[in-house]
């Protein structure tokens, strides 16, 4: 990379970053830094997480908040601007992730620049303030790990057993990391590692079982208003009908990812594609999980999706209560629709090719 390429992206680099500052300066408090406080006062008075009604993922998140609260309070700054704080270290971390796995030199830059200035990624983690940003973080971290050879088994399992256990977004994405004739990978028993992880977190909080059942496991996002949900509004439909569609739609594309055997970066897109497609429900911060992946395959739907769900960020959020013309939950659905659409053809296309 010449120079002149480099003072450039590390002037935009630089610009995206104070334009992350700037609003972070500006951040007021919302339902989720509340829930976080929330969570905070709850363990502080001897309950567990689950039972705030605002807590649906392992005990992991719930400590690192405590840790979060005891620096807060020393720094003299709100559990909110210490979290932003947290979240803003991860995304650029996250970026240098994506900057090695593009391949360095000007595409990695481009890669990276991509997923830190995407405006998806910075509503959700610098004013939104969701955490989904960790765990796929360690997700890149696992992918990146996966590509050395030989294969460290012990670091991607570490990896993915911690994405999990911060939110388990990538809920499905170990099962991706197997090992084929052409493409090594874990074991069969090895990919059971990081489930087994995240049920053995809850071990500790055996007396809170049923609020983790129904927090955690029986948690399935807003209902109604996004995906195959909609089913639900057409009369004897029962509840379990969309429920079922997603995990045929799941275990569907895991058996096509394992058969293609693409590359493990891609194939966790696809994955995160078809989960956003086929989800019963829906929350915003879900709006952020193909972003990093995505910047490592840029193309039309990545460039779609990206201005869409930006738009219905704004919408959602009532930022722009004049505009009720603009995209919500069904606009962001369409736009992932052609995004994975438009992935299929080009694995279509790169099977054709080696082939």
Known sequence: MSGARRVGFAVAFAAVLALRLAIFTRFTENYDTQSYGEVVRALEAGKSPWDTGRYNYSPVWAGILVTLSAASRSAGVTLSAAAGALLLAVDAVAAVLVFRLAGRGARGAAAALLFFGNPVSVFLSTIHRSFDSIAILFLLAAIGASRRRPLPTAGVLAALSASLLVKHVAAFHPMLFRRTRRLPGLGPVGILVPYAVFLLSFAPFRSAWPAIAREVFAYGGLGGL??????????????????????????????????????????????????????????????????????????????????????????????????????????????????????????????????
């Open 226 to 355: 996004y995906g195959t949900d909609v089913l639900l509004l057409i009369p004897g439909v029962p509840f379990w009908v969309p429920r079922a569609l997603f995990a045929v739609a799941v275990i569907a594309a895991l058996l096509l990812l394992r058969r293609a055997e693409i590359e493990i970066a891609r194939a966790c897109l696809v994955l995160f594609l078809v989960a956003l497609v086929f989800l019963p429900g829906i929350g915003r911060q879900y709006f952020v999980w193909p972003i990093a992946l995505g910047s490592l395959f840029p193309g039309a739907g990545y460039a779609v999706y990206s201005v869409v769900a930006t738009i219905a960020l704004v919408a959602i959020s009532g930022q722009a209560p004049g505009l009720a013309f603009l995209p919500g939950w069904y606009g962001v659905w369409w736009a992932v629709l052609l995004w994975l659409a438009l992935e299929v053809r080009a694995l279509g296309r790169l099977r054709n090719a080696g082939a």
